[in-house]
């Protein structure tokens, strides 16, 4: 009898551990911890792959919190009481906690911009008139998500044009994680410092492979897209045909064009072989994306790519040194 109360006693505590690990697990990826810190891994990814010294502790962090903020904003402008969606669900159940959590967040990131400008004044006069511009466009490309007002009754919302979306967000991830670490160090070391070409291509290789993971994304959201007449890939080509015609061929392109370069530049073996993990799984994900899979999928696995790419990308430099 003692032992029959004891293995419930364990079943007990194991439940309610378990119950609590999928709650902690749904905050990490519904409330945009997980993917901002994919977006913190690629930004060290970027340093280490160029052989450039890290940045500070705060460039990460404010690039944390920006990440969390800025995906924030969408669900919880869209919340409403009757929606079925499990992760808007989710937000209209913890608004309370997310309300705070991105209140807290954005006073943060006030106060550290203030602290960062005030630290770094003297050390804006290293970056020139391009390096501005870098500065500039990328968060504009990514206010253009929300909405940006140019003329009266015009205004750019890439969440209402389908087939532009995912390259946009591809190009603002990639101008954050791939320029922002190399301009922010820059402004740290007081050099002039120059974007070398592998800055360029790796910009490029960011911006691709996030795009694909965005059109991945789509997928997830056929149905909502659908009905409000989003003109999504997925929506206008059908889900087999987006996988096969635009998703795969997009990889292998950029799987190719991969391995010319670092052939052209005699990459050592180890590294061209930990660089091409990533697109490997990209591929393998892709197929896997003709059967139904649920929300948690799409935001552990699909997100988790870019911790992936940017785990191989450091060790593919850490083990040849």
């Known amino acids: 009898m003692r032992a029959i109360q004891y293995n419930l006693q364990i079943l007990y505590y194991c439940s309610n551990n378990f ?20 977006v913190v891994a690629l930004c060290v990814e970027t340093s280490i792959q160029l052989q450039v010294a890290l940045n500070d502790f705060w460039f990460y962090f404010f690039v944390f919190a920006a990440s969390v903020s800025f995906y924030t904003i969408a669900y919880l402008g869209e919340i409403s ?3 079925t969606n499990k992760r808007s669900r989710w937000y209209l159940d913890h608004k309370r906690i997310i309300r705070i959590s991105h209140a807290s967040l954005i006073c943060l990131m006030i106060v550290m911009a203030c602290y ?19 500065l500039i466009i990328f ?10 007002p140019f003329l009266p009754g015009i205004k750019l919302n890439l969440r209402k044009t389908g087939w532009l979306k995912p390259f946009v967000i ?3 991830w990639a101008g954050i994680v791939t320029i922002y670490p190399l301009l922010y160090h820059q402004m740290q070391t007081g050099s002039g410092y120059q974007l070398p070409v592998l800055a360029f291509w790796f910009f490029v290789k960011n911006w691709m492979f996030v795009t694909v993971l965005c059109i991945m994304f789509d997928i997830k959201d056929y149905a909502a897209d659908y009905n409000q007449r989003i003109k999504t890939f997925v929506v ?3 889900l087999r045909r987006t996988i096969y015609y635009i998703i795969l061929p997009l990889s292998v392109l950029g799987f190719l064009s991969y391995v010319l370069f670092v052939t052209l ?4 073996f180890t590294r061209i072989a930990f660089n091409s993990i990533p697109f490997m799984l990209l591929i393998i994900v892709a197929y896997s994306l003709q059967r139904r899979k649920p929300i948690l999928y799409y935001l552990a696995v699909i997100d988790g790519l870019m911790l992936v790419k940017a785990a191989c990308g450091v060790l593919g430099v850490l083990l040849i040194n």
């Open 19 to 38: 119950a609590l690990l999928k709650d902690l697990a749904r905050f990490i990826l519904y409330g945009n911890y997980f993917v901002a810190f994919c």
């Open 81 to 83: 009481p009757g929606t």
């Open 116 to 134: 960062l400008a005030y630290k770094n004044f003297q050390s804006l006069r290293y970056l020139t008139i391009i390096d501005y511009l870098l």
């Open 139 to 148: 968060p504009l490309a990514g206010l253009s998500y929300y909405g940006i």
């Open 170 to 172: 591809g190009f603002v």
């Open 236 to 238: 206008q080509w059908g």
């Open 265 to 268: 530049h005699h990459f050592p």
